[in-house]
């Protein structure tokens, strides 16, 4: 599957923990979106990448959030001291930056439960 | 920043007839509008998307229409069928601050139905 990927797919963690997320893009893809989707929304942006550069952040992105994307490939979302509002589907997706590319294709995403 | 209205939430069709989304944006600048379908468990999977420079676009029985006067822009399936059930989201994006395109902001999605 040539797709993005995203690791874990489920995770299951108790107020208070960290966790981090895994997400591969396509692989020629230099632009990284993280977003995320509750039930009955559509997905909310986080933040996005463009090869190893942050270029935007959401609000909604707050201090304990912090993504990374060292090397321009795969990149990581950290949730520190999570709380039950931070349940939610947290969905990668990829683009290749060009004036004329617009296309994002998403990941199958990682499902969030703190208890 | 941009606002993106979808409606109807849900919609349920007899198969073979057709259905239709509409979404609404506020942001003037925005440029591009894509198609997301995501069925139940499963990832957005685009399925159209239209660019501001184009009133309608056409790809076998789905066809996206826009109006940047009005700013809304609207998905039509045709000759539905039950696979075609699934939740659609609407987005926009808007060039940002000299920058090319960007984050999407989506609808809040219509949950197709379509009754064999």
């Known amino acids: 599957d040539t797709g993005v990927s995203q690791d874990p797919r489920h995770k299951i963690t108790k107020r208070g923990q960290n966790v981090t997320f895994r997400c591969d893009p396509i692989?020629?893809?230099?632009?990284l979106y993280w977003y995320r989707q509750t039930l009955g929304q559509g997905p909310e942006f986080l933040t996005y990448f463009q090869n190893e550069a942050q270029l935007e952040k959401s609000r909604l992105l707050s201090d304990r959030f912090s993504a990374e994307r060292p090397k321009g490939s795969f990149s990581t979302l950290e949730i520190q001291h999570t709380e039950q509002g931070d349940s939610a589907m947290y969905l990668c997706?990829?683009?290749?930056?060009?004036?004329?590319?617009?296309?994002?294709?998403f990941g199958p995403g990682t499902r969030l439960t703190v208890t | 920043g941009e606002n993106v209205e979808q409606h109807p939430s849900t919609l349920s069709v007899q198969e073979g007839d057709s259905a239709v989304i509409k979404c609404t944006y506020s942001d003037s600048a925005s440029n591009y509008f894509p198609w997301y379908k995501q069925e139940l468990g499963k990832r957005p999977q685009l399925i159209i998307d239209?660019?501001?420079?184009?009133g309608e676009k056409k790809d076998q029985r789905i066809a996206v229409t826009l109006n940047k006067t009005a700013k809304h822009f609207s998905l039509h399936i045709t000759e539905t069928q039950p696979e075609d059930s699934a939740v659609y989201f609407c987005?926009?994006?808007?060039?940002?601050?000299?920058?090319?395109?960007?984050?999407?902001?989506f609808g809040r999605g219509t949950q197709l139905t379509v009754w064999p």
């Open positions: 239209i660019r501001s420079n184009v």
């Open positions: 997706a990829s683009s290749f930056w060009a004036p004329s590319s617009y296309e994002q294709y």
């Open positions: 987005a926009a994006s808007a060039p940002k601050r000299g920058s090319t395109l960007g984050r999407l902001y």
């Open positions: 692989s020629e893809h230099n632009r």
